[in-house]
């Protein structure tokens, strides 16, 4: 019995090992390992597929995340940035780096995206306190578009505009996402809908370089003049600082890399649908399995195929004795990781996060995935619920 991983980064890799030692031949024959032409022109594609004025490469995602909000405006104790609990790590990280206050919104049951109802209450709630309260304000939000499809973005954005936040998102799973909004009456590319937004590069998404990268997107031409100050030791030129900045550049020989990735990218993006209908598909009979739903106002890329569970860790056990990877995504909620224990949260504060985070899993998807392989998957999780 072959073993089927959770992710394979190897195979596309192997098809395009020829283009890239190209492009590290190039680096090493000219000495440009910063910044350069294989920067800007890489900074150049991406903001066209984003439908974006401006895209600044950065060192990670987390870099793309907390210059944003930098960028933007956030940076003092007092500044409150609301976000989701059941997201990575990183998207609270870059506010508490930026100098902010994270908190926490839950997530619609359906879609595991922020609840803009949850964010609407939050925010009244706020008001009426604070009068009486300390000198914390709301300044900002960021909806992360997770397992590469998007939160629902009308009606945030909508909220945002009533109490005065900067809305910053996080794509860092969903590159080529698509959202379509009914206040618009059109198609929106994730990364393009508000003050800026954050992408990861890391090897595993579905845009990843052969190390770390990551990009800033915006159509605020003074938030991008920022952003590449900021990736840049608050320089203007060399050695003229105009602020305290940071080391996050995108490396010159990962942009290179990235090029050629991002060629393929609408067809991968488009393979991992098809493998995800494939999957509900052959999941549909199983009252058992809760598979993933996507609302007709969005096109999700599928960075992860998430399904539910009663005994999820039994599940999980049960298809790795039978050579299947499986994730989690995410097994505890940030409000209850030790991280953030000063935060003051307890268990029944956010229950559809808590909840969820028991019953999901991460099935493997990824471009190369095969129907044989998916057939496989779900004939041991038929034979899971039968033994
Ligand atoms: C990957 C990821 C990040 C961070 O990106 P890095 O490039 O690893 O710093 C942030 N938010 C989400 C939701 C992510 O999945």
Not at 35 to 55: I, K, L, M, N
Not at 147 to 156: E, L, T, V
Not at 190 to 196: D, V
Request: glycine share 6%; aromatic share 10%; proline share 5%.
């Amino acid at each position: 019995m072959t073993h089927i991983p959770f992710l394979d980064i190897n195979t596309p890799h192997a098809e395009l090992e020829g283009e890239f030692l190209a492009v590290f031949r190039e680096a090493l024959r000219t000495g440009r390992f910063v910044g350069g032409p294989e920067v800007e022109g890489f900074e150049q594609d991406f903001a066209d597929f984003c439908d974006t004025d401006y895209c600044v490469g950065v060192g990670s995602g987390t870099d793309a995340l907390r210059f944003a909000l930098i960028a933007a405006g956030v940076q003092a104790p007092n500044d409150i940035v609301i976000t989701v609990p059941n997201t990575f790590i990183a998207t609270t990280e870059a506010i508490s780096q930026a100098g902010a206050t994270p908190a926490f919104v839950d997530i619609d049951p359906k879609t595991y995206n922020m609840d803009a109802n949850k964010l609407e209450d939050y925010l009244k709630k706020h008001s009426a306190l604070r009068s009486m309260r300390s000198a914390c304000v709301p300044k900002a939000v960021i909806p992360v578009h997770l397992y590469g499809q998007m939160a629902d973005m009308d009606p945030i954005l909508e909220i945002a505009q009533k109490y005065n936040l900067i809305v910053i998102e996080d794509a860092c799973q969903a590159h080529g996402a698509e959202y379509f909004s009914r206040r618009e009456d059109r198609w929106k590319k994730a990364g393009s809908m508000g003050k800026a937004a954050a992408f990861s590069f890391y090897p595993g998404k579905n845009l990843g370089a052969c190390g770390e990268g990551g990009a800033v997107m915006t159509n605020d031409n003074e938030v991008a003049r920022k952003i590449r100050m900021l990736r840049d030791h608050g320089q203007v030129k060399k050695y003229f600082h105009e602020m305290d900045g940071y080391n996050g550049r995108l490396d010159a020989i990962q942009a290179g890399f990235l090029r050629i990735k991002f060629r393929h990218l609408p067809q991968w993006n488009e393979k991992r649908r098809q493998n995800a209908y494939l999957y509900n598909k052959l999941l549909s009979s199983l009252d058992e399995v809760q598979t993933p739903y996507e609302p007709e106002w969005t096109k999700s890329v599928y960075h992860l195929y998430v399904i539910r569970a009663q005994n999820r860790d039994d599940l999980q056990k049960y298809l790795l004795e039978n050579q299947i990877s499986t994730g989690l995504h995410y097994p505890v909620p940030l409000h209850l990781q030790k991280a953030y224990k000063n935060l003051g949260h307890r268990a029944g504060d956010f229950p559809v996060s808590e909840k969820i985070a028991k019953e999901i899993l991460s099935l493997p998807m990824y471009p190369d995935l095969t129907g044989q392989q998916q057939e496989r998957v779900v004939e041991t999780i038929k034979k899971w619920i039968t033994v």
